[in-house]
């Protein structure tokens, strides 16, 4: 997980040359986002916990399987997400427990200029901690800016790299999340050339 | 359209905001100083019942020492001070006045004491092991006693006596240390404690949640607890055999001796570079223990006899053993 981060922070550098296309109204897509994250939980007063918060390692994956333009500069997708957290980083004789979650997900894309743009999720998960089949209700806000990466041969292949925030609203704490990943779009159309940036 | 230069610049400044954010945050367990290496306090209560008129037991004691043997060589090959205490009913005696016979009294009397011990210190842990009887029965689900915990006979004139669940746990409570409650007896699942959680996205508190104290049980609260003789050494509790197991325990490493009646060396040992299954990145879980007592379990035992160990909820776990502790002072 490391090394994808680390790779991503090396090809960040690439995202400042990028360039950026506009969409055509009710244009279609699917799409595929994976997340590298830190994943920090934070423990309720009753957990009487000696840090005030505990560091996990976390993935996150998102299938879109349609997503519609409903502007030159608003997209709306639905899908589905899947995340895992690993156990924390132990301190003294506690640790916190790995979990797994999945659930629908909606978002809307906003593009800020032609190579930026923020999206805002909202995801209903099923969670449970690994070993217990406990499951229980987790619902993520999410903010998660894009960057249009190099343009691709296909106008209608976008990937862009993305900076996930995430926060995790549960009964009993709260977490948040950051990290690194990339997000694959497939169009139904390709742009117009000559809207391409230069 | 254009580049925009400005917001590009930003939009870094801004990630580089995140990423030193990030790694702080990361590093919490990290730059907060560690506490110290904990001792390991470990108690064992256990009864064979041949002393009284109460179903004897034939593989609790044997358990219990197993289980000392285990832990005080796990301790010695991960580096872990531990310190043990046992309290047996073994056999036909009846040492009433002595003071590790398991009379309700007696076991209350030494958690007391060790809730007032400068021994103890806050980032110890404190292991209570009980193999024996749980009191109730399969028809009898509204009993408010069903679960507790059947103690030695402390005269002539009663058969036993019964040590209630929140006895225990208002003398867990007492002790300042990290518990760890291993309970191998029927209806055991009784003793633990909800996390608070719902699943209306609050939370209930007020239900005697306590953070310090985690759970290992043979049973559910509605279950029996069986033993057997699993590999031709002798009877053993299912959940202690696979905990043992799960420790590294290997029967075939050394001879059982009993004289008298009276279990005198224990059959089996740790080899020092064994393979211990729990212990996964240098340290031992409570969960993990979990995990494998409960797979192999449900490998043994046939649908007709049920048994189903249990362990406390929430996102807090245990960490029973750590190599990284003997880097601590």
Known sequence: MLCVSMILLLALPLTMVSAGHVREESEVSAGL??????????PSGFHNDPLPIRSHLAMNTSVFPFSVVLSPTVEFSTGFSVTYA???LAYGVSIWRAFFAFGPTVEFTMALNPSFSITTAGTLFISSYVHLKDPTLMVRLSAIPELELLPLTDTRHSIT?????????????????????????????????????? | MRKCKKSSFIFMLGL?????????LTACELITPKPIAPTIHLLIISLDYKNTSVTPLNGTIRDAKEIKAAVQALGARMGTSIQTMMMLQEGTATPYTDQLYPTKAHILAQLEAFATSVDIQSTDIFMLYYSGHGIGSAFDTENPDRGNLVTAKPNNSTAYETLS????????????????????ACY??????????????????????????YYLTAASDVQLSYESDLDGFGNHGYFTYYLLE?????????????????????????????????????????TDIYEYISNSIKTKLSILFRQTPQTGKGPMDMVLFDIAWQATP
């Open chain 2, 165 to 184: 669940i929140q006895e225990i746990k208002d003398a867990l409570h007492e002790i300042d240390a990290t518990k760890l409650l291993l309970v191998d």
């Open chain 1, 86 to 88: 690993s156990t924390s």
């Open chain 2, 16 to 24: 580089a905001l995140l990423g030193i954010a990030i790694l702080s």
């Open chain 2, 188 to 213: 055991s699942g009784h003793f633990i404690t909800d996390y608070p959680v719902t699943q209306e996205m609050r939370v209930s508190l007020g239900s005697g949640y306590d953070s310090d104290l």
């Open chain 1, 33 to 42: 986002r994976v997340e590298s994250n830190w994943y920090g939980s934070i």
């Open chain 2, 246 to 286: 799960g420790l590294g325990w290997n029967h075939s490493l050394g001879d059982e001796v009993v004289t008298s009646g009276i279990i005198t060396q224990v059959g089996g040992g740790l080899r020092v570079d064994g393979v211990i299954p729990v212990l996964k990145n240098s340290r031992i879980i409570v």
């Open chain 1, 161 to 198: 790299l993305v900076f996930p925030v995430h926060v995790d609203l549960r009964s009993d704490y709260t977490s948040v999340s950051a990290g690194l990943g990339l997000r694959w779009r497939y169009y139904s159309k390709s742009v117009n050339p000559e809207e391409f940036i230069p």
